[in-house]
């Protein structure tokens, strides 16, 4: 698993156009989880210009984001909140 995400971010790094502008790139998302940092690659889609922004956002945690499917199937909230959050939310809804 771990040579395939290796081999992953080695393919996506081939995305910029020389081997200085990818020094670069792995130098500006080197703090970052190898999850992150291909996702970060992922969306500049090949342009470095993108990076900054793209870090930035990581660094306020827009990668790090989870889905849940409704309040009854979200393992981020405790089952005795659930009822709670509901209502929090339908009431939000009638404002």
Known sequence: ???????????SLQSFKSPDEQEKVLEA???????????IIKQSDGDIS?????????????????????????????KELRETVRQMVGSSKSE
């Open 1 to 11: 698993m771990k040579d395939q995400q290796e081999s992953a971010h080695f393919q």
């Open 29 to 39: 998302i080197s703090g970052f989880k190898q999850d992150i940092q291909l996702k």
């Open 50 to 78: 993108q990076i900054p922004k793209l870090t930035e956002k990581a660094f306020q945690g827009a990668f790090n984001a989870s889905v849940c499917n409704g309040i009854d199937n979200c393992s981020f909230i405790p």
